[in-house]
Structure formats: C-alpha cells, structure tokens
C-alpha cells in the first residue's frame, strides 16, 4: 500500500496563503476519507480537516475558522489544502492520511487513518 507525499509547503508572511497537496506514492486501494493534520514543535499532532472520497463531506477544525478549504481532484487522485489568512500559529508540519477500511464512517475514527506522509512545513512569520 502507497503511502502518502505531501507538498506545498513553505514560508509565508502572516496573511498570506499556501496550498498543500496530499497524493498516494503508487497505486492503492479504494481510499475512503482523507485527513490532514499538523503538528507544532513541542506539541501534539492536531487535527485540521477531512474530506470524504468525492468532496461532498467535509469537517474541520474549530481553530480554522473558514479560513482553511479542503478539497479533492479525483482525476489527479490528490486533495488539497487551501489555507488562507495564516498566522503564525499555523506554523508546523502539515500531514496527511487516509482511511482505506470499508467502514464508510464519516469523518473517520482515528484508528481507521493510516499510510501517513513525511509531511511538509508550513511557517508563518509574523
């Protein structure tokens, strides 16, 4: 099973945006949900938002506050991360994973999350 690259990520002022990408290493099996994450030096890793297998359900974090869109382009089998309006507290490495049970759970338990990418950084300057 493929795991998962992450893109996009880089150094932005506060304010400004960036676009992450979430793609499978190779062929998979049928991915159900796709999650991203982040986590800050010293901290645990936080939830950000999930979006199911054809973009019609999504979910969020409380912290994002409409400035985050989560979203899926099947044909090129990535979803994406749109963040807009950064802060400086955004600042961390951004991960995604995705469910490929066939539980159908929306969003999915955290036990069903799985193939994680190395992640991509994400800072913020202030």
């Known amino acids: 099973q493929a795991q998962m690259i992450e893109t996009g990520g880089g150094l932005v002022q506060a304010g400004g945006s960036l676009l992450l990408s979430c793609s499978p290493s190779?062929?998979?099996?049928?991915?159900?949900?796709t999650a991203w994450f982040r986590q800050a030096p010293g901290k645990e890793r936080q939830f950000v938002a999930v979006?199911?297998?054809?973009?019609?359900?999504?979910r969020y974090a409380d912290f994002v506050e409409g400035r985050f869109t989560v979203s899926i382009d099947q044909s090129r089998n990535t979803v994406y991360l749109q963040m807009n309006k950064l802060k400086p507290e955004d600042t961390a490495v951004y991960y995604c994973?995705?469910?490929?049970?066939?539980?159908?759970?929306?969003?999915?338990?955290?036990?069903?999350?799985?193939?994680w990418g190395q992640g991509t950084q994400v800072t913020v300057s202030s």
């Open positions: 190779g062929p998979t099996s049928t991915i159900y949900a």
């Open positions: 994973a995705t469910d490929r049970t066939t539980s159908h759970l929306f969003p999915p338990p955290p036990e069903h999350l799985d193939y």
């Open positions: 979006v199911n297998w054809n973009g019609i359900h999504t």
